[in-house]
């Protein structure tokens, strides 16, 4: 771990000015996933500015029906919150099958979706890594990759984000507010909050420099079942081989997102016209153009049996 | 103490004490975070200095040159060292790889430098601006690939044969009406201990005192010695507490070595703590495997031929895995053959894990079995029972010692409600789930090595055992307890035990499942030297002197214990030493597993319902710590058959899953419902306790009869493990 400054925000321009004004700093909340990368110099931020300060604890309700979750709620209140589990279940579903008791109480709902890629070559910072070092090459590419992306992904990465909640809220359209140093606040869509890996994998938000997330805001409920299925090699504290994330509505249609195969949630919205039709036809668009290598190729057909199975689980 | 005839009735007959079950007596120890472990010897050295492992970059090769200034100069560093300037080193008798790489690299994260510094931060740090530049070399490190050029291992096996043959196994193969040839995997899996390879090193002059988180005290002291240069009696090794081993810890290590150089070249004690990352790579783990296996057998099911043949790989001067030992001994057959072969490959060093040889051996053999069972159209359990047999097969003349494996088979099968499961694969379903019940036999050897201890006894009428034992976890503070207890006559707070420590009498310390039966042996040995000099203290005839509630009795006569010591403390200190019953009757351990699954129909998830482990292994002394160490074994057998894997970049030649992340073992979720049952077996051929291992038992088979139990549920036989959910995937049924 490299030595660094630290200083605490007291109110959210302030702390996204505070990051404007560092070349290298870093907003830490939780710090569950940051402080690991820190003590292993895959992160070397000069300074860091603390903003579990800043309130943004709270999951209020919003004038067109939806909830307005605070960038700093965290993950074991967001899931256990009443109104999340009545008209968000998926969100608190997804929640509940990440990480565990101890790092969800700690883990916030903004930090969540900034975490970083679990790719192993990330995480040896003796192999070439294009996230971690951009221009030094992918060591996954051609190594072990039972892990990686399916799709979306590039010739400079194949790394998959980790999240299990990012899938719940990119099947819940939710969209991200920001403050930036300049003050001036804006809405993400969450669709357009990660990127794909490209030739800039380091690059993997849309946000600017010094740019804060201060809250995420789920549209009012859609109803439907909400069903969540993680897939993994032990039954718990495990990151997802692939995890489908469904809302399904009485009539057969519905949303879909899946976890576990891309560098951001992937969600084909094309694909769920297809859900009527059943798993395979959804399935199909929806890792059109998948390129998975010999190691990961099990991915495409789990995608499809696991959603098969949760469309069932939805008929009831 | 000699034994060299089987025992007779004794004071550990009495079981007033031992084969009870009894709570760890160091339990409120480590609850409270009061036991001592390496990494916590606070009071023992004032202002210890930190050193930080820097870890080779590359597989092999050599490092072309080193730049410490950077390091040098950064804030709080004391000292680095290196090969170059570590002065001369010798390599320990139980090491292959050097544990201070340089200038050649012998593996992955092999150590090349260690920092010292003020704190930990700031050798962590500073670690970090060690600028090593390697020059790679082409290594080998994929065993598929070795197999070919794979040479006969200069040692290895139960008895160093790296092949057997008995009759004429190919003819009798060759002439049998139902065959299996089948080959089978096992990856290379990791010991993924919690407590990660710990030491503090102080120097006094030329003495070395060294806490450390180690298995083995007089291994490692001699090694400490060899490597350093020094002589043995300067080196002291203290390891009380340890937590967790599985064999990572038998030997010597990388972090031991480096904060005695450490604090040499500091010149004040150093701690140093392997960091999680580098466990995987730079310590020792267990090899892979490729194993052949061939059975022939009669149309009744009467095994005719059976063959195994295992490959493994090694660092130069590495030894195989022994996968083969426990075919010479398991079923009978007139026409046998074992073979190991072993290639040269340049990953980390391979070593003892939980049960080596046997563990992965069983996970093929008993897969095997119930193929064959499978041929021949007859249930797992009466194919095995078939071929059982009371004298070693390649030795008709030597007998088992004690041998109930068709008993555990049977009650296990009756208790765990085998009659229920449907032979024909593939037909139980339970909701989502596709449901099996699979079993296989356990098996494992019991060895015999000298042990020893000291018993003290004060005007208190306290029992003190000092012995250089070690409790890895698995319960030896309370067994050594008992028995002192049991052979002294007094209550279990009277005693008090002390482990780990080279100043104490030499022990078979922990390792093979031989810790429990020899380490409390040799205490039994020294008690009864004891006994000797407090009946001749008190002036009764030894021979029927009774020691019991805390008094010596004999006749209308009876003494207070404590009395023998009224004019200063009684010490009694002897080893236990074997004779040739292990060579005139072989000693095993028996047992049988019974696992019942579910495969989750969709994603072909495969998740344990319930698991049994039946097991003949002698005298339990703790019914509660042996249950322990049974049921963490059957864990251990699930991590090995469901997802521990050490995956090999085959290109840079290393583990790429190098942290607890990446290598998975099982969490309670994965584990609903373990049960045990220990069959009521003593064994005299075994030692005066009459006892034998156990937990090493509990690991042998689990794995296989989880694939058994997968193969039931599903039809599909894999036979490469871990049998993880995209092997079945292409296979299953359409959900």
Redesign the interface.
């Known amino acids: 771990?490299?030595?660094f400054t630290y200083e605490k925000a007291n109110s959210p321009a302030a702390a996204a000015s505070a990051a404007a004004n560092h070349s290298n700093a870093k907003f830490i909340a939780g710090g569950t996933n940051l402080l690991d990368l820190m003590?292993?110099?895959i992160e070397t931020p000069a300074h860091l500015i603390d903003v579990n300060g800043l309130g943004f604890d709270k999951i209020e309700p919003t004038s067109d029906g939806g909830l307005r979750i605070g960038a700093l709620v965290r993950n074991t209140t967001l899931a256990a919150d009443a109104r999340i589990r009545r008209d968000y279940g998926l969100l608190s579903r997804a929640l509940l099958a990440g990480a565990s008791g101890q790092l969800r109480n700690r883990a916030t709902t903004a930090g969540n979706l900034l975490q970083r890629t679990?790719c192993?070559?990330f995480?040896?910072t003796?192999?070439p890594c294009n996230k971690r070092k951009p221009g030094s090459g992918c060591?996954a590419i051609?190594?072990?990759t039972?892990q990686h992306a399916v799709i979306g992904a590039s010739e400079a990465c194949i790394a998959t984000h980790p999240s299990d909640m990012a899938i719940a809220m990119r099947a819940l359209d939710a969209t991200v507010q920001t403050v930036r140093p300049d003050g001036s606040t804006r809405d993400i869509p969450i669709a357009d909050l990660h990127r794909l890996p490209g030739d800039t994998p380091h690059i993997e938000t849309t946000l600017s420099s010094g740019e804060l997330i201060t809250s995420v805001t789920l549209p009012k409920p859609v109803g439907g079942t909400h069903i969540y299925?993680k897939?993994?090699?032990?039954?718990?504290?495990?990151?997802a081989?692939v995890s489908v994330g469904a809302i399904v509505q009485r009539d057969g249609t519905g949303r879909v997102a899946v976890g576990g195969v891309a560098h951001k949630p992937w969600r084909v919205e094309a694909a769920e016209a297809e859900m009527p039709r059943g798993a395979k036809a959804v399935t199909a668009r929806l890792l059109e153009g998948a390129r998975p290598t010999k190691e990961n190729a099990?991915k495409l057909?789990?995608v499809e049996?696991?959603l098969?199975?949760v469309l069932?689980e939805a008929k009831g | 103490m000699k034994f060299d005839t089987p025992a007779t009735t004794n004071p550990i007959d009495q079981l007033k004490i031992i084969g009870h079950a009894t709570s760890r007596i160091d339990g409120p120890l480590k609850a409270t975070g009061r036991a001592t472990y390496a990494y916590e010897w606070h009071d023992r050295a004032v202002k210890p200095a930190y050193g930080y492992i820097v870890g080779s970059?590359?597989a092999k090769g050599r490092i072309a040159s080193m730049d410490l200034s950077r390091a040098k100069a950064a804030?709080g560093v004391i000292a680095i060292v290196t090969a170059e300037n570590a002065g001369k080193l010798g390599k320990g008798t139980h090491n292959t790889a050097k544990l201070l790489g340089g200038p050649e690299i012998d593996h992955y994260h092999q150590a090349v430098a260690v920092v010292v510094a003020e704190t930990f931060?700031q050798a962590?740090?500073a670690a970090?601006l060690v600028q090593v530049d390697y020059s790679a070399a082409k290594g080998s490190f994929d065993l598929s690939a070795g197999r070919q050029s794979a040479a006969e291992p200069p040692g290895g096996g139960v008895d160093g044969q790296p092949k057997t043959s008995v009759g004429d196994f190919a003819g009798a193969y060759e002439a049998a009406p139902v065959q299996l040839d089948a080959t089978y995997t096992t990856p290379d899996q990791a010991h993924a201990m919690m407590e990660p390879h710990a030491s503090m090193a102080a120097w006094d002059g030329d003495r070395l005192t060294l806490w450390t988180s180690n298995q083995m005290i007089a291994w490692t002291t001699g090694d400490v010695a060899k490597t350093l240069g020094l002589p043995k009696e300067n080196v002291r090794v203290i390891s009380p507490f340890i937590g967790g081993g599985f064999g990572g810890k038998l030997f010597l290590r990388a972090d031991a070595v480096l904060a005695a150089l450490g604090a040499r070249a500091a010149n004040r004690p150093v701690k140093v703590a392997l960091q999680r990352?580098l466990m995987f790579n730079n310590t020792t783990h267990r090899p892979a495997t490729i194993q052949r296996i061939r059975i022939g057998a009669d149309r009744n099911g009467k095994i005719t031929a059976i063959g195994h043949e295992s490959w493994s790989g090694n660092l130069p001067e590495g030894r195989p895995e022994t996968a083969v030992n426990q075919t010479r001994l398991l079923y009978a057959g007139e026409n046998r053959m074992t073979a190991m072969r072993l290639a040269m490959l340049d990953l980390p060093e391979g070593n003892a894990m939980r049960a080596p040889g046997e563990a992965p051996g069983m996970m093929a053999l008993e897969i095997a079995m119930d193929e064959m069972a499978e041929r021949l159209g007859l249930d797992p359990v009466e194919f095995r029972a078939r071929n059982d047999t009371q004298v070693d097969p390649e030795h008709p003349n030597r007998p088992f010692s004690q041998r109930q494996l068709v008993e555990c088979m049977r009650i296990g099968a009756e208790r765990f409600g085998w009659s229920k499961r449907n032979a024909e694969p593939g037909r139980q379903r339970d909701g989502?789930w596709l449901v099996g019940m699979g079993m296989a036999a356990a098996f494992r050897n019991n060895l015999l090595m000298k042990s020893g201890a000291r018993v003290r006894l004060d005007r208190q009428g306290r029992v003190t055992v000092e012995t250089d034992m070690t409790d890895i976890g698995t319960g030896s503070y309370t067994i050594i307890a008992q028995t002192a207890a049991e052979m002294m006559g007094v209550p279990l707070d009277k005693v008090v035990v002390r482990l780990g420590d080279s100043s104490f009498p030499v022990s078979a310390g922990s390792g093979g499942q031989f810790g429990a039966n020899n380490s409390t042996s040799g205490v039994y040995a020294a008690c009864v030297k004891l006994r000797e000099a407090v009946t001749q203290k008190l002036g009764f005839n030894s021979a029927d002197a009774a020691f019991a509630d805390g008094q010596v009795s004999s006749g209308n006569r009876s003494v207070p214990l404590e009395q023998a010591a009224s004019d200063g403390e009684l010490v009694a200190e002897d080893s236990i030493e074997y004779g040739d019953l292990a060579k005139t009757h072989q000693q095993s351990t028996f047992g049988a597993h019974f696992v019942e699954l579910g495969v989750?129909?969709?994603?072909?998830?495969i998740?344990v319902r319930r698991m049994l482990a039946v097991c003949a292994a002698g005298r339990i002394l703790n019914p509660k710590t042996a249950r322990s160490q049974v049921i963490g074994a059957m864990t251990m057998g699930v991590g090995a058959a469901?997802?521990e894997d050490l995956?090999?970049?085959k290109?840079?030649g290393f583990f790429?899953?190098?942290?607890l992340?990446?290598y998975?073992v099982?969490?309670?979720?994965?584990i609903p419902h373990q049960d045990t049952i220990f069959l009521d077996e003593t064994d005299p051929m075994s030692s005066p306790m009459k006892a034998k291992g156990i937990a090493e038992l509990g690991i042998c088979g689990v794995a296989a009869a989880l694939a058994n139990a997968i193969y039931n549920a599903t039809g599909i036989r894999v036979r490469d493990y871990?049998i993880?959910?995209?092997k079945l995937?292409?296979h299953?049924p359409n959900?």
């Open positions: 771990m490299k030595s003590k292993l110099e679990r192993p070559y995480y040896d003796n192999q060591a051609g190594g072990v039972r299925r897939v993994r090699d032990r039954a718990s504290y495990a990151f081989l099990f057909s789990l049996r696991t098969g199975a069932t | 970059a590359i804030p931060e962590r740090a970090e990352p989502r989750d129909a969709a994603t072909a998830e998740r469901l997802m995956v090999v970049d290109r840079a790429v899953n190098h942290d992340a990446g998975e099982p969490v309670h979720a994965d871990p993880t959910l995209d995937l292409d299953m959900a």
